[in-house]
């Protein structure tokens, strides 16, 4: 599963991590997050993140 970054404060969704903490469970892909959902660390949006290159 891929990894995600904030383009705006780097924070990075780790989908082999989750966010237990947010209801969201370990192996959840990114994909899968609700459309709403904001980032953690600034509150931008979900279409704020990019898949993470190597």
């Not at 991590?17 to 979900?46: L, Q, R």
Request: proline share 11%; aromatic share 12%; with cysteine.
């Amino acid at each position: 599963m891929k990894k995600y970054v904030c383009v705006v404060c780097n924070f990075v969704y780790d989908p082999a991590i989750g966010m237990p903490d947010d209801g969201i469970p370990a192996g959840t892909p990114f994909e899968n997050i609700p459309d709403d959902w904001t980032c953690p660390e600034c509150g931008v949006s979900k279409s704020d993140f990019e898949v993470q290159e190597g």
